[in-house]
């Protein structure tokens, strides 16, 4: 059953090395944020999701994690993330921070004792073949780097092994079902670390690939299980505590027991098709001005989804995230407003990138940083001001390049800058009840340059197109938000090319 407290909140996101350098070494750290709290406050979001604060060797931003139960010492220590904790609380902040719950660093000390060829406690915590050349071509197997007689499974990168929750569907005699004793230890862990933290102070938990625990099972079956054990003991404790998951399917997500499930740029989807298509297949994305993708099929399969979802939980839709490129690298001008327009108005839980509220660019042809690769770009430091390195740290050299184009200090002092743009449609979103919760319906048009849909008493009308839109509309009480132009008379709005408005109808 949904919390419905959740429903009204709106989350950023902070990529900790590059938010706000506070000693000068060129990475962001705790302290950093905590002289940003204000800020972030000042946007009307109700928190933020921290990405990996853990204990590692970044090979892999941070998502490689060698010890769960202490910082980095790159980001400050244990007690300077209390005071983060005790700084947002003391401005009703949320904090969310990232449960890396499938793998760990190759040089986490649970690790180090399951490659250990004597057997002991941690042996079965990470999958292993039984030598170290049965590598099963269906799953990615790292060989020969260990004394234990075998080979370990990865889930992401060759430093990152995956733990062991089992397997769904058992074809090797190395394999363990997710319901074998022996699996229990990695699933009362991963509970541990839940509650140490949940025990601390924070808020509660983005998982990161909360969908990748067991293996071999295609339909999730086994994972939706293996959540639901978690949360049977976690809530018990924790009623209130908050879950997202990294999964993009609201379905098997709500079945696991998740508050919300990002809507993420994969393939085949409303969002990519709304903001992330280039030449593709399926044409360029919907809010591109010669936009050409045909949102029909995603978006009733979006539509149902929420409905079917609606009592047990919340889609969340990004700007961006650490993992996806900015959506300046997509869109442009009017499109970007039009952009944020669309997605904090849609149901569910909006989350903000930092930096996006701003419009920072994607750096393109980064060289890679930390395995960050083509994320690389997105990575770059907070743009503060006009300073040194735009006031983000007084560094020489910061671990990323500070890209020069934009500030929060430029786009403070024009109020039609996309910085006044989000705020405004975050105050409106938390104002206006007809926003919240997962009422949704959409008005399927013939003209596929339209998007309009219902929010209880709202209407939402989007055109992207750079033609005016002459649109029939009935019982309008009143003009709620304008992004761009329009004329309205009793029966017709004319809504002017590249524009979108919210209407207030009588009725629903």
């Known amino acids: 059953m949904k919390q419905k407290w959740l429903e009204d909140l709106v989350f950023y996101e902070i990529y900790p090395n590059s938010y706000m350098d506070s000693n000068n070494d060129g990475y962001g750290d705790f302290k950093g944020i905590i002289s940003k709290l204000d800020y972030i406050a000042s946007l009307h979001v109700d928190g933020f999701w921290l990405n990996p604060h853990y204990d590692s060797p970044f090979m892999d931003g941070g998502y490689d994690v060698r010890d769960y139960f202490k910082p980095s010492p790159r980001f400050g220590t244990e007690d300077e993330f209390k005071e983060l904790i005790k700084q947002m609380h003391d401005r009703n902040l949320k904090l969310i921070i990232d449960l890396v719950a499938g793998h760990t660093s190759d040089q986490n000390p649970i690790f180090l004792l399951s490659a250990k060829p004597e057997r002991n406690e941690y042996s079965d915590m990470f999958v292993w073949t039984n030598d170290p050349w049965n590598a099963p071509y269906e799953y990615r197997f790292m060989q020969g780097k260990a004394d234990r007689n075998g080979a370990y499974m990865v889930n992401f990168f060759a430093t990152q092994p995956a733990l062991n929750y089992g397997f769904k569907d058992i074809k090797y005699d190395f394999q363990m079902s997710y319901k074998d004793k022996r699996v229990v230890k990695t699933r009362k862990y991963l509970i541990s670390v839940i509650m140490y933290y949940l025990e601390m102070g924070v808020d509660g938990f983005r998982v990161d690939m909360a969908d990748s625990l067991v293996k071999g099972d295609d339909n999730k079956e086994a994972t939706i299980w293996l959540w639901n054990q978690i949360f049977k003991e976690v809530r018990a404790k924790f009623p209130k505590a908050i879950f997202v998951s990294e999964w993009n399917n609201l379905d098997r997500s709500m079945a696991s027991g998740f508050d919300m499930d990002f809507a993420l740029n994969h393939w085949n989807s409303f969002y ?79 989350f903000i990138y930092y930096g996006d509220e701003i419009g920072m660019d994607y750096q393109e042809n980064l060289n890679s940083v930390e395995c960050g690769f083509g994320r690389t770009g997105t990575r770059t430091p907070m743009q503060w001001d006009n300073s040194k390195n735009q006031g983000f740290s007084q560094a020489e050299k910061t671990f990323l390049p500070v890209d020069y184009k934009t500030s929060l200090e430029d786009v403070s002092k024009d109020e039609n800058s996309i910085y006044y743009h989000i705020k405004k449609l975050i105050d409106l979103r938390h104002q206006e009840a007809s926003l919240k919760g997962n009422n949704f319906k959409v008005i399927y048009q013939n003209d596929k340059r339209l998007l309009m849909y219902q929010r209880n008493d709202l209407l939402v009308i989007i055109n992207p197109d750079k033609k005016i839109k002459n649109i029939d509309v009935k019982n309008v009480k009143e003009v709620i938000f304008i992004d761009g132009d329009y004329k309205l008379n009793d029966t017709t709005l004319s809504l002017k090319g590249q524009s979108g408005i919210i209407l207030r109808c009588h009725g629903k």
């Open 272 to 350: 990519n098709g709304l903001c992330r298509y280039e030449e593709t297949k399926k044409g360029k994305s919907f809010l591109r001005a010669n936009g050409t993708y045909d949102y029909t099929k995603d978006l009733k399969e979006l539509e149902e989804r929420i409905k079917r979802n609606k009592n047990k939980g919340y889609i969340s839709f990004i700007s961006c995230n650490h993992d996806t490129p900015r959506p300046t690298r997509f869109l442009k001008g009017r499109e970007l407003f039009l952009f944020y327009t669309t997605i904090l108005t849609l149901p569910g839980v909006p």
